[in-house]
């Protein structure tokens, strides 16, 4: 590589010119919705690096809590929750049961149960668990992509808002019952619209029926399509005025691979788009996102065929043309976007104000206690900016010795499996003044964060 020849780019940093809090832990994680497995120690102690506030999960109707009329099981559900439990997170749980005792048929478009008081005796019990005795679940979303069913990983398919709202109103009633400080909302949209968040939360609001939040999910390499997400939720949610709801996007990773070879989980383009699209959606004011997901799993087809029409739908999504998705794959090894949620953590507490010769990159800056100043570079090759060296300027430091690290996702594997650090391509210390510049190489399709501590 003859480094020299690269063209340069130049990076502002303005440590003294603060644009608001960097609040990285609302980039957050989840999990689930394939089998009922707990997560594995590794990944638990995984989970807890990162420091997440909230993981979302689905609780599937696999876990057979209710098998029969007046019957409670909770053992499989507990020791997955007790996994979750002990990243250090809260739960946004997603309800997906349907139990065969008050859905005799596997049809997917029944999502009203025979016997709607008992269902709320079921939900009551569920929410008293995990909400109330064991103090897990803070966040309850009604459902799971209900607008495609079956193929989003949910029993319920409900097209029409009203018909969702009906189901939405029946479900949250004994979720505050149980536990008043809940938070409740959905619909947990496969495709969001703005006609079906603006006739559902017109319900809510006209109605005055809780709604904490809207979730909808996004698999893009296009930010672009989560500001056109974002626009269409917000304009549904104009009957609340400046008092809306949150906004979650509950699951959001890049789109799905033409291809599925394990290759591709290790390629260094999946954790620049994701940056991409995390920073995309934090800019324009959504509440949370949750990155799906977090462990890579294989599917159990007896486990969805009592109550899926069509169990292949899981089998080919996770045995056969699997997405490896996960921060972890289903050996445990740890993935590169792991490392990427571990920058966010590094990054520091507060936005500074960055600016970038080359609007083909994406550039933020941060500062934390202590001095600290860090500058993250996201160089995607699909935007044709190519390998490049990138000349960093910072302003506003105070003078002294510091040392300069240089973390780079690149599509090396430079990190500890089993300590799970990352290592830094260059550590030096040095002598900073007032002004300062350093140059750091950014190839094509990589993630650098460099930091001064």
């Not at 590794?42 to 098998?67: A, C, D, H, N, T």
């Not at 008043?180 to 495709?191: C, H, I, N, T, Y």
């Not at 462990?295 to 159990?300: A, E, M």
């Amino acid at each position: 590589m003859d480094y020299s020849a690269l063209p340069v780019d130049e990076v502002t940093v303005s440590r003294d010119q603060v644009s608001g809090p960097f609040e990285w832990w609302r980039l957050s994680i989840g999990h689930g919705g394939v089998n009922s497995l707990p997560l594995p120690e590794k990944v638990i102690r995984g989970v807890r690096k990162l420091s997440p506030k909230l993981i979302r999960i689905f609780i599937q109707e696999f876990f057979y809590i209710y098998p029969a009329h007046g019957v409670y099981n909770f053992d499989k559900l507990d020791e997955y929750m007790d996994s979750m439990a002990a990243t250090g997170a809260k739960v946004v749980a997603a309800i997906c049961i349907k139990p065969k005792c008050l859905y005799p048929e596997k049809d997917q478009t029944v999502f009203m149960p025979n016997n709607e008081e008992e269902w709320q005796e079921v939900i009551y019990t569920l929410v008293r668990r995990y909400s109330v005795e064991r103090e897990i679940v803070t966040h309850w979303e009604i459902g799971n992509e209900t607008d495609i069913g079956e193929w989003g990983g949910c029993p319920y398919l409900i097209k029409d808002p009203a018909d969702y709202y009906k189901y939405y109103v029946m479900t949250i009633k004994p979720i505050l019952e149980a536990y008043p400080r809940a938070k409740v909302g959905g619909p947990a949209l496969a495709g969001v619209t703005e006609e079906f968040i603006r006739k559902f939360a017109e319900l809510c609001h006209r109605n005055g029926t809780p709604l904490d939040f809207i979730s909808w999910h996004r698999y893009t390499d296009k930010p672009d399509d989560h500001i056109n997400d974002i626009k269409a939720a917000l304009k549904g949610l104009e009957c609340y005025g400046n008092h809306r709801p949150g906004m979650m996007i509950t699951e959001i990773s890049k789109a799905f691979d033409r291809v599925s070879v394990e290759e591709y989980a290790f390629h260094p383009e999946r954790p620049a788009i994701i940056a991409d699209n995390l920073f995309t959606a934090l800019d324009h004011s959504v509440d949370w996102t949750f990155y799906y997901h977090l462990w890579d799993q294989y599917n159990y087809p007896p486990e969805f065929e009592p109550f899926y029409g069509n169990p292949y739908i899981m089998q080919e999504h996770w045995n056969e043309k699997p997405h490896r998705f996960g921060l972890f794959g289903v050996n445990e090894e740890v993935r590169p976007v792991y490392f990427l949620y571990k920058m966010f953590g590094m990054a520091g507490d507060t936005l500074v104000k960055s600016e970038c010769t080359n609007p083909n990159l994406l550039v933020k800056a941060f500062a934390g206690s202590n001095n600290f100043t860090s500058a993250m570079v996201v160089n995607r090759r699909d935007k044709g900016a190519g390998d490049r060296i990138i000349t960093i300027k910072f302003n506003g430091l105070r003078p002294g010795i510091r040392t300069l690290k240089n973390y780079r996702l690149d599509g090396k594997k430079c990190w500890n499996e089993e300590t799970l650090e990352l290592y830094p391509v260059e550590r030096r210390k040095l002598y900073v003044q007032e002004k300062f510049y350093c140059q750091i190489y950014c190839p094509a399709d990589s993630v650098s964060l460099l930091c001064i501590e």
